[in-house]
């Protein structure tokens, strides 16, 4: 999963090639990313499941970033294949199914937005699957 701003998502949309970005302290997680995972995205300001998406391409170096947030060093990107996107309107609210994700159990359900503060999260396949599956039931 990916957690990003509202103003980067925007940004995203405009892009004629969809690409996330991400900071160097993921570059762990990175190097686990493989084409064709699966992904979703969330925009933290408005607590909200948009889109799933499929990885196109492997990490890539960033030269420079496109991407608005003073407080990240972007240093990676990876393409993305969008498979479904909501409007904002239209957007899962996280609030009422982020308590019952595996990935925030160790979080205090009042608190899971904690849970979503950084921008890469690795997910269960419940998990997913369970986002995914609410993101697709939306006409």
Known sequence: M?????????IFNNQKEKQIEFGKKYQRRAK???LDDRVVIYIQDISKWI???TVSSKVKNIIKSNWKDESMDYKYKVDLNINRKLNEDSGIDASF?????????????????????????????????????EINRIN
């Open 2 to 10: 990916f957690t990003i701003s509202k103003e980067n998502f925007d």
């Open 97 to 133: 199914i982020a308590p019952s994700l595996e990935y925030l159990k160790r979080w205090l359900p009042e608190h899971w937005k904690l849970g979503f503060s950084d921008s890469m999260h690795i997910l269960s396949a419940r998990d997913f699957n369970l986002i995914e599956s």
């Open 32 to 34: 686990r990313i493989e």
């Open 51 to 53: 889109m799933t998406a």
